[in-house]
């Protein structure tokens, strides 16, 4: 009797990327790609309702709420089920908030098919997932310790993180506002909360922080 494929969940709000991905999975001998979701509800829905995968794959950019909450959610639903974060974001800036949150593993989309299809059994067995990279970057911070500003910046809410990371790029508020397709007032509400928790006087403060923030990432 053949031996049972791994079940892999997949999560992107972009059809094509998902797609991509699931000609990668199907093509090992031990794993499957078994449904697939565009945004949080869709994937808390099928996870509630339907499919229990072994693995749930996140990209942090999705429509309405982002992938930071999803994790969060399904860590709350299902404890036990590891996932996986495939984004575009730079791992320097965003890998750590994702462990936070309770992803086991992240891995860019610019990296080699190989080196998801590599995460993917390395998160199954049970093992955190970084780039070599990240790793050395994250084992310095702990012999050297974390400084104030990295504490204060673990008080952000997912939102506030994503849009600090996003002034720091040099992008104004209304690009913000159509990157997260959230409105004007309430980015400039994030602004306003992000200034109030790093303790920044006003707003050129603010863009002197992420922009050094950014770099500091790197």
Not at 37 to 45: F, K, N, P, Q, S
Not at 90 to 118: F, H, N
Not at 182 to 201: G, M, V
Request: proline content about 2%.
């Amino acid at each position: 009797m053949a031996a049972l494929k791994s079940q892999i969940m997949l999560v992107d709000d972009h059809a094509l990327v998902r797609q991509g991905m699931a000609m990668l999975i199907n093509a090992e001998h031990d794993m499957e790609v078994c449904c697939d979701a565009e945004d949080v509800g869709d994937a808390m829905a099928k996870l509630e309702l339907e499919h229990q995968p072994d693995i749930v794959l996140v990209d942090l950019s999705l429509k309405t709420l982002s992938g930071f909450e999803l994790i969060k959610s399904i860590h709350i639903l299902i404890p036990a089920l590891p996932v996986l974060v495939v984004s575009m974001h730079d791992e320097t800036v965003y890998a750590e908030r994702a462990l936070r949150s309770g992803a086991r593993g992240y891995v860019m989309k610019q990296e080699a098919g190989q080196a998801m299809i590599l995460a993917i059994r390395e998160v199954m067995k049970g093992n955190f997932y970084l780039s070599e990279q990240m790793r050395t970057k994250l084992l310095d911070r702990f012999v050297t310790g974390s400084a104030e500003s990295e504490q204060l910046i673990n008080s952000l809410t997912p939102s506030e993180f994503e849009v600090l990371h996003l002034i720091g790029s040099g992008h104004s508020s209304q690009e913000i506002a159509r990157l997260l397709s959230r409105s004007i007032k309430t980015i400039e509400t994030h602004r306003a909360n992000i200034r109030a928790k790093l303790h920044l006087k006003d707003g050129a403060d603010l863009m002197r922080y992420a922009t050094h923030w950014i770099t500091a990432a790197h």
